[in-house]
Structure formats: C-alpha cells, structure tokens
C-alpha cells in the first residue's frame, strides 16, 4: 500500500462503502477479492433483462489506477462472453467510456452499468470480435442472438445457481 | 465505518433517508468529499478547486457533462461553500439524533411484538394495538401505552435482552444517547486506516479533511471515555506520553501527540476533546487552533489570490529551460543533470499550478513548504504507474495533423480516384487495388496517437 496516495484510497473505500449500502441491479457482487489491495476489484455482472444475455453472470476484473479518478480503471471480462465489441479471448472491453470518453465523476459501481448497457448496445462498427460484429452487420440478428446464448449457457455463470 | 467515512448512504438507515440526496449534491463528483473551495465551472457544474483544475489539466472538459472547459473560467461558489461548512457542523449531531430516534422506534416495534407475543389471550387486540403503536410512535415518541408495556415487559419472562443491552429506551436526552449508540450499536471505527494509507508523510495528515477524521475520532472517543469502560487489557500505551488508549483511538491520539504537542508530557488532546465534546459547534475552531499553527496561514484575499495565481502555461511553447528555472524559482526539486524530460518536468510544474492555485481558494491555505511536501507525495504516488493510455491535453493535435497531412491528402485522393474510377468503368480492378495497397502501407507507417503520446 506504501506510495499510495491517501486521497485515492479514501475514495476508494467510500465507494466500497457505499456499494455496500446500495445494491446496485446490474451486479451480483462488486468488492475488492483481497483486502489488502484496494486497487483491485471483481465483480459479477448480470445479463440485460429482456437480451439473450439474460440469465447469465459473468465475472469481471477491474484494476484501478494510482491516478483514478483522473483515469480510467482497467476492465475485462474474466468469463469468456460472446459480444462484438469484447474480445472472445481476453475479455478486453472496447468502450470510449473506458478510454477517451472516461469522466473523473464516474465510480466503479456507475462504469459496470454502463458496461452492462453495452451488452445491448452493441458497436459492430469497431469490433473486437470480428465474427459477431458480421453477423450483425449482416443483419442476422437471429443468428447472433442464437450465438449468444450459447456463449451465455457454455460459460457464462447461471443466476439461477447464485 | 461511519465514524471515519461520512457518506450520504448514512441518511438510508435514519427517519428521513431524503437527506441522503442532499448530501450527495454537497459532494464533489471527482472525489467524493464535501467540497472544498467549490468552483463553477462555465457550465454551471460545481467541483473541489483541486479537482477540477487537476481534471482540466488532464483533459479540459467538464467530468459531469464533457463540455469544454478551461480554468480561467471557473468561479468561486460561495453560497455552496457555505452550505458546506453549515451542513458540516450540523452534520454529526443531526445523524446521531436521527439514528437514535430510529433506534428507538425500531427498539419499542421489537417490544411490542415482543409484547403480543408474551399475551396470547389478547391476540385478537394486540395485532389492531401493534400496528397502532407504530404508526404513534413514529409521530410521537413518548406516550402512555408504550410506557406500560414496558413495565410489564421487564416483570415477564424476557430478562435476557434486558440484561445484555443497556436499556435503549431511556435514551431520550442527547448525553445519554451518544453512549447507547457507543455501547449498543458498535460503530465499527477504521482509524488506523488514514494513518496506514498515509504516504509515510505525516504533513499530510494535516491535510484538511484526513485532519477532520482524525479529530472526529477523538471527538467520538472523548465523547464515549466517561461512560464505556473499556477492559484494560484492550488498551495500548501511547509511546510518546503512557496514556492508556483503547485500539480505535490509539492511532489518531499518538499522530496528534506528534505533531500537537511534541513534549512527551499528556497531551491537552483528552482535556480539548472533552470541551468540545459538547459543543460540536465549535469543533472546527477548536481543532485548528491546536496543531495546523505551523502548517497554515490565514485566508488569502481576493488581491493576494489575483497576484499570486499561477498561469497555466502552454506545453508546446514553454522551454525545458523554462521550466526548469519556474520550477527552481518556487524552490521545488528538479535534477540539475538533465535526466528528467521536459514532460516529467512539465507535469510537476502543471501539478505544483493546480496545488498551488486551488491553496489560493481555500479557506485554510496551507504554507509553501506544505505544498511542496504534498507535490512530492504526490509525484511519488503516482510514480510506480505507467503512463496512460489516455489522450493527453500536451498532445498535439495540430502538429500531428500537419506532419501527417501528405499522407491523409494521399489517402483522399486515391479515394476519389477509385470512385470516379469505378464510375468510368468497373474494370480496372487491378488498378485500384493497387493504390488500396499503397494507401494502407501509409497510413501504417504513420504512429498512431497514442504511440507518439507514450
């Protein structure tokens, strides 16, 4: 914890603090799995309602930054997800929000919302997994629904087992 | 965890959980905090004044809706300055008061139903009488058939709740209160957190708002001390002055034994927490006059704040040599050999501008050799990272445009080409294949921004 910036961990723990007294619909759990790091966060994210990810939970690895809130925190899918703008095989999240877009006002709890939107908004136009982004664009909306689920009942975990 | 992280969700567990917005919108979005120094931006968006200059300096948008901004805009915001101090103030006896209403209502629901249990000949009343006494005791806390029942409650069978827990209904004056809250509730306090995280500085202990936990801790200890003995064997000596300190105050009593009274006598800390114990109106006052003497000065004013604002500066037009001496001029550390580039240069002289021009703003600025202390901190704590992906406000739009022009005006002209082409007659595929090819071996000879930026 040595060279931390006390700031950073203040805020830190109030966000902790306060995932904690609200519960926020999008996750199933969102905390540090080891106490001494702060800096490192997992977290279970729920499928849309109402999409073909519904029903299925997929865990998330979040690493914060010694200068976050002023970036973004690194974020990546650990459950293998099929979705056109996260790679298949790293989890990796192509997101402006995560990137250019990032706003020091956003909290780790308002990112996974926003990360959960885009399971049903998908970008096809800047893809990270060519295939579904092609059957997208294809206008097979039925064929990559199908895909989808799949990827949901192979992988991901079921929030009926929760 | 309340105790030492004030947070709006505090507000869910009381009678009026609306409070919780309020204190949401008295906090900055950047850090979380109650605002200090607030500033409007030309949006009408309001932030800490180190947050948000640090937050223009990165990217020069506002963090809540992105629009453009730039530090030269922002404005004081007084009024929202003073509701910060006044909620402040209020703040701690205003929770402690609704809380232990809730305690109570919560306290006499668990007798009544206590009561209806114990009675069972009178079933057919006590569910009409339950729902009756909730709905009073919300309205009115004290009234008769609540007092009788706990009469009769004490002479029945239940004693073991009665003996475990002190008797919370008799918390009804504000001094008794404190200690049930204390003993009944165990307020789970984190104190040695501040001074763990704590960059092995202790100046920055003395920052305002670690130095406000610090002493909310011993407020609430000096507050509990009389009341809740606690076992000796749960008590650890001060090394500076052998007072005995139970675990949740030991850290902030031996930081304010360093840096308040540096002889090893007993601290007036017990003896100052215990006056202001009472009075949480005059905590603030109270709590700077002891130790911040040498770290802080009185408020600048409006004059001194325009004469001694920093300008930001522009990175492409400043010179490394530049920098160097500004950085010289304000006596802060830069290697004389010339290792450092110019942009670790220029971000410690950008970091030293926002430090520097949010202390101007604030109402107990700190001194110069306490800034340049925070600098260090701060450069160091953000040493062991790699630089960001993100864009950088430095980085240079219009001369990466310009060097790379050629390549775009080539990539539009083969574009053209290929549709007029293509218009002409769909033959020549071969043709424009070929200017595809060269277009893509152009532009991944260019270096992405991102590149160039890290």
């Given amino acids: ?162 | 965890m309340d105790a030492d992280f004030p947070d709006p969700t505090d507000w869910i567990q009381t009678p009026v959980p609306g409070l919780q917005a309020l204190e949401t919108s008295l906090r900055c979005q950047v850090c979380k905090e109650l605002f200090t120094a607030p500033k409007v931006t030309s949006c009408g968006h309001t932030f800490c004044s180190l947050c948000i200059r640090r937050c223009l300096s990165a990217s020069s948008k506002c963090p809540t809706c992105m629009k453009p901004d730039e530090e030269p805009r922002l404005r004081d915001n007084i009024v929202v300055s003073e509701l910060v101090s006044s909620f402040n103030t209020i703040r701690k006896s205003l929770l402690d008061t609704l809380v232990a209403k809730e305690e109570a209502r919560k306290q006499a629901e668990e007798e009544a139903e206590r009561d209806s249990r114990t009675r069972p000949k009178a079933e057919k009343r006590s569910s009409y009488d339950l729902d009756d006494d909730e709905v009073m005791e919300d309205a009115e806390p004290v009234h008769r058939p609540q007092a009788k029942k706990r009469r009769r409650q004490d002479t029945t069978t239940l004693r073991k709740p009665q003996e475990t827990e002190p008797p919370r209904r008799s918390t009804r004056t504000s001094s008794q209160r404190t200690n049930s809250r204390a003993g009944s509730s165990q307020v789970i306090a984190i104190p040695d957190s501040d001074d763990d995280d704590d960059d092995f500085q202790p100046i920055e202990e003395s920052s305002e708002s670690e130095f406000q936990s610090s002493s909310r801790a011993k407020r609430k200890s000096a507050s509990r001390a009389p009341d809740t003995p606690t076992k000796d064997s749960d008590l650890f000596a001060c090394p500076l002055c052998n007072r005995r300190k139970d675990q949740s105050t030991i850290n902030p009593h031996v930081n304010r034994c360093i840096e308040g009274n540096r002889s090893p006598s007993p601290t007036p800390g017990p003896a100052n927490g215990a006056s202001s114990a009472g009075t949480p109106l005059r905590r603030q006052p109270a709590t700077f006059s002891n130790l911040s003497r040498s770290q802080h000065r009185a408020p600048y004013t409006v004059e001194e704040r325009e004469k001694l604002r920093l300008p930001k500066g522009n990175a492409s037009l400043a010179k490394e040599a530049d920098i160097r001496k500004k950085l010289r001029d304000h006596g802060i550390r830069c290697d004389v050999k010339g290792k450092e580039t110019k942009q670790i240069l220029w971000t410690r002289l950008q970091e030293w501008t926002n430090l520097w021009n949010a202390n101007l703003d604030s109402d107990n600025p700190k001194l110069k050799h306490v800034l340049i202390k925070e600098l260090e901190a701060y450069e160091r704590s953000q040493a062991t990272q790699k630089h960001s992906v993100v864009q950088d406000k430095d980085f240079e739009r219009e001369a990466w445009s310009n060097t790379h022009k050629p390549g775009f005006d080539a990539l539009i002209a083969n574009a053209r080409n290929t549709v007029s082409r293509k218009k002409e007659n769909g033959t020549e595929t071969s043709e424009t294949s070929d200017s595809a090819a060269g277009a893509k071996a152009e532009l991944n000879g260019m270096d992405s921004p991102e590149v160039v930026e890290v």
């Fill in chain 1, 1 to 162: 914890m040595a060279g931390r910036p006390a700031a950073l961990n203040k805020r830190l723990i109030q966000e902790l603090h306060k995932t904690r007294q609200e519960d926020n619909p999008a996750l199933t759990y969102l905390a540090p799995p080891d106490d001494s790091d702060l800096h490192h966060w997992r977290a279970g994210l729920r499928g849309t309602p109402d999409s073909p990810y519904e029903g299925g939970v997929w865990d998330i690895d979040i690493i914060i930054p010694d200068n976050y809130p002023l970036a973004p925190p690194t974020i990546k899918f650990i459950t293998k997800i099929c979705h056109p703008n996260i790679n298949i095989k790293t989890g990796e999240i192509c997101l402006d929000l995560l990137k250019s877009e990032w706003s020091a006002a956003y909290t780790i709890s308002s990112t996974m919302t926003a990360i959960q939107t885009l399971l049903t908004s998908p970008e096809p136009n800047s893809p990270l997994n060519v295939d579904a982004a092609a059957l997208l664009n294809d206008g097979d909306t039925m064929g990559y629904e199908s895909l989808v689920r799949y990827y949901v009942w192979r992988y991901a975990r079921k929030e009926t087992d929760l």
